[in-house]
């Protein structure tokens, strides 16, 4: 389990939480809701720590007095299935882009 970029998977080594400015290689902000340990998509606002305001942009830098960077095991974002896929999918085709 190490403390990673949300995006690439690059570890972060730097001692303590990264700042609102500071960003991965791959150009992705590190203060995210995506890296904190409190992120969960099953919960309300997708955030366990019911202190913390609710952030609309997740993958976003933000001003979020509680975050922490999560250790655990990257997971590359997963694409988009389903029935709301499939619509957009059909709506490109449709629209030709």
Not at 40 to 50: E, F, G, I, M
Not at 55 to 83: I, M, Q, S
Request: overall charge positive; some cysteine.
């Amino acid at each position: 389990m190490m403390r990673h970029c949300w995006k690439c998977g690059r570890e972060y080594k730097m001692a303590g939480s990264p700042g609102r400015s500071e960003t991965c290689e791959c150009g992705a902000d590190l203060k995210v809701c995506l890296n904190c340990v409190s992120y969960d998509p099953k919960v309300a606002y997708q955030c366990r720590d019911r202190r913390a305001d609710p952030v609309e942009e997740k993958h976003l830098a933000n001003y979020c007095e509680y975050f922490e960077l999560a250790r655990r095991v990257f997971a590359a974002p997963k694409e988009e299935t389903g029935r709301a896929a499939k619509a957009r999918a059909q709506l490109k085709d449709l629209l030709g882009e």
